[in-house]
């Protein structure tokens, strides 16, 4: 246990270290609306009870709803606002370390998870999501800290059932909803999940009867529908107050609905490249930044066969109870809210609200590159010279991460610096 420890600590301190320039970055973009601009916010612990009872934008104008109840993150503001005001590098800061815990408890999640493989599998996977390129405006931009708490929750709740279910005891449920509960509260997105936990358990613990798996995954299921509850009675229902335009959905100024058909998959396929080719990113994807397409457009087939094959990918997994069959229903469940297929979401897309489903293209990198590893005896020295091509491709893949990152990292640095970018790179974004 010990020695995982270390191991947790040293990939959480790698992944704050890659990240430690933008400690002393402005403000950028929303960060005004949850912080430097939000009154609740300014009233420190005075305001908490305007920050849990008010829709998330409401303390920096009363008339935004934005579809957004995030009281947590918020109330992580106050605290800091409490001891630091408006210093922004309290608040990177704080992104900073709440990034490492996530990989502390992402990395216990997954040795867990996938107790049965070698733990180069967890240690793979953990660190290509720490150090994956589409985090970049995750950990630099103060106000996607709903999105990392978001992550977190999961995180530490899937752990905790997961222990709860090999130890036979169920009051580990308690601290896994603890985590959940945050989640939840601090990025709607976390709902999906709910779906995910009984197929993980389905997946990895597979001597257990559905009935079990049910039981254990009710009290996370009651977390959701309460949080639901709740933010029904703050801020109505899933549309209530808000008015998306063209210019905020480029999906919506589609002129009929074949076309609107054929830009929704293109966008499909954008959010599954980005997974795998995080370039180039941007802050923003407003209108005209993604063509409308028609299906003469060969990327709209190429995205569909892509999918296909996943689909078939997704049904001999579960067929097998393999691990990249759950990669792609993971990445399918948690990206769903945000394709606009089902709901109208904000955006057509953004490199954000990849921050939670990259996790899937971790895992099935991951078993790829644990597909090649060799028996060695026991030991680190005849682990590593048994495994030159494994661990060389993934020290190859993570350096290319590393260098993106801190290439792309200075463009957070501030608003002017980001607007530069943005412009120079989608010069005809409406916004």
């Keep these: 246990m010990k020695q995982r420890w270390w191991i947790a600590l040293t990939m959480a301190l790698l992944a704050m270290a890659v990240y430690a320039p933008s400690y002393d970055y402005d403000f950028v973009y929303d960060d005004d609306a949850v912080v430097k601009d939000n009154r609740f916010v300014h009233r420190g612990l005075e305001g908490l009870d305007e920050i849990w009872t008010t829709s998330y934008f409401q303390g920096f104008n009363e008339r935004i709803n934005a579809r957004a109840y995030r009281p947590f993150p918020l109330t992580t503001f106050a605290l800091q606002y409490e001891l630091f005001e408006l210093d922004p590098r309290a608040y990177h800061v704080g992104n900073l370390l709440f990034y490492g815990l996530t990989g502390v408890v992402l990395f216990f999640f997954l040795i867990r998870l996938l107790r049965k493989e070698h733990p180069f599998l967890a240690i793979a996977v953990c660190l290509l999501f720490l150090l994956h390129p589409i985090h970049t405006e995750v950990v630099a931009n103060i106000k996607s800290r709903d999105t990392m708490l978001g992550f977190l929750g999961f995180a530490g709740g899937a752990y905790f059932l997961l222990r709860a279910v090999d130890r036979g005891n169920k009051w580990w449920l308690l601290p896994g909803l603890a985590f959940y509960f945050m989640g939840l509260f601090s990025k709607e997105d976390v709902i999906t999940t709910t779906a995910v936990l009984p197929v993980m358990l389905w997946f990895f613990r597979s001597r257990m009867p559905l009935k ?82 028609r299906f003469g457009d060969w990327r709209v087939w190429a995205t569909i066969a892509t999918y296909a094959a996943l689909l078939w990918v997704l049904v001999r997994g579960f067929r097998k109870r393999a691990l990249y069959g759950f990669a792609v229903f993971y990445f399918l469940c948690t990206v769903s809210i945000y394709t606009s297929i089902v709901v109208t979401n904000v955006s057509a897309y953004n490199d954000r609200f990849l921050y939670t489903p990259v996790l899937g293209t971790c895992l099935g990198l991951g078993w790829l590159l644990s597909r090649l590893l060799k028996p060695a005896p026991a030991g680190l020295l005849p682990f590593l010279k048994a495994n030159p091509l494994p661990l060389g491709l993934l020290s190859a893949l993570l350096l290319g991460y590393v260098v993106k990152i801190e290439t792309h990292l200075p463009v957070w640095k501030d608003r002017y610096v980001l607007f530069e970018h943005d412009v120079r790179l989608a010069p005809n974004n409406a916004r």
């Design 212 to 293: 079990k798996i049910a039981q254990h995954c009710a009290p996370y299921w009651a977390a959701a529908l309460i949080f639901l509850v709740i933010r029904s009675a703050v801020i109505g229902g899933v549309n209530a107050g808000v008015t998306i335009t063209y210019l905020d959905n480029s999906l919506l100024a589609a002129t009929d609905p074949a076309q609107r058909v054929a830009s929704n998959i293109l966008v499909l396929g954008i959010y599954l490249w980005k997974t795998l080719f995080p370039h180039p990113l941007l802050s923003d994807y407003s209108f005209s930044t993604i063509p409308l397409v």
